[in-house]
């Protein structure tokens, strides 16, 4: 290849890499898990969930992660047959994040998926609630608490010391992913989208698409969404634009639900999936 090749090859690359770096910072929502590089620990020390608590001597680990199954089993804990007579008890997660990244964000949530149980989350040392039921997903608001001048620590307490818990082998720890959602004062809320579908006697589908959306500025901001649906063989099923005004700190949904006729081509033997994207 002559050395002019390889010179608009090198452009092209660095060029790319340029492209993709910027528009990394433009993305309107990040949704990211992180999962890995937290630490754990088993028992119940005292100031873990302060910022600066020591916690040299845990132990690594990536999420999902089940500490129950790791104890002793014997025939005399209170787990029981259901249990698996594994051992109960109390077992604490911290990790470190850096968010400096993420300077152009005004809004974040930490979304968990499932943690077994009794779950204290702390966030750079706020009690930010507890989540009892181990089956549930839950996320927190974290956004007056981040900061971007230094790392941020997450700790978070799980109770499993009362057994037993369920009629079957539950597990205990943070046993499904943790996920990072970072976005604008104007975003579309945490699971504020729904769809659901109505097929009529004459086999035709009404597919019904809502978004709630929040704005935490104090000023008025518009929000303008459109959908859009795909369907067997590349099909598009463009919908009209939802229009919602938001005033201060507000909470609003379109005007209605997005309304959709879809002609139904699916059987129960030959079943289609429609999928919808907002914008």
Request: with cysteine.
């Amino acid at each position: 290849m002559k050395i002019v090749h390889w010179i608009v090859l090198g452009f092209v690359i660095v060029l790319a890499t340029w492209f993709i770096y910027q528009t990394r910072e433009i993305q309107p929502r990040v949704d990211t898990t992180i999962d890995l590089n937290w630490r754990f620990t088993m028992g119940d020390p005292s100031g873990a969930s302060l910022p600066g608590y020591n916690d040299s001597n845990w132990r690594f680990l990536s999420l999902p992660h089940d500490w129950m199954i790791e104890q002793t089993v014997e025939q005399n804990n209170p787990s029981g047959t259901a249990g698996g007579f594994y051992e109960g008890g109390i077992g604490w997660y911290r990790k470190t994040i850096d968010l400096s990244e993420y300077n152009n964000k005004e809004q974040f949530y930490l979304l968990f998926e499932g943690v077994m149980m009794n779950a204290d989350v702390f966030f750079n040392g706020t009690h930010l609630g507890r989540q009892s039921y181990g089956y549930s997903s839950f996320y927190h608001d974290i956004s007056e608490l981040v900061r971007q001048d230094t790392l941020n620590v997450i700790a978070v307490r799980t109770d499993c010391s009362k057994l037993p818990m369920d009629r079957w082998y539950s597990g205990g720890g943070i046993y499904r992913h943790v996920r990072l959602i970072a976005t604008n004062a104007l975003h579309t809320q945490v699971w504020g989208e729904a769809v659901s579908s109505v097929i009529d006697s004459q086999g035709r589908v009404s597919l019904d698409i809502s978004l709630e959306f929040l704005t935490t500025a104090g000023k008025t901001s518009v929000s303008r969404s459109g959908t859009t649906s795909w369907g067997r063989m590349g099909t598009l099923w463009p919908m009209e634009e939802a229009v919602s005004i938001l005033k201060g700190k507000a909470a609003a949904g379109p005007p209605g639900p997005s309304s959709l006729k879809i002609p139904c081509y699916g059987h129960p033997s030959r079943p289609i999936c429609i999928r919808c994207i907002a914008t």
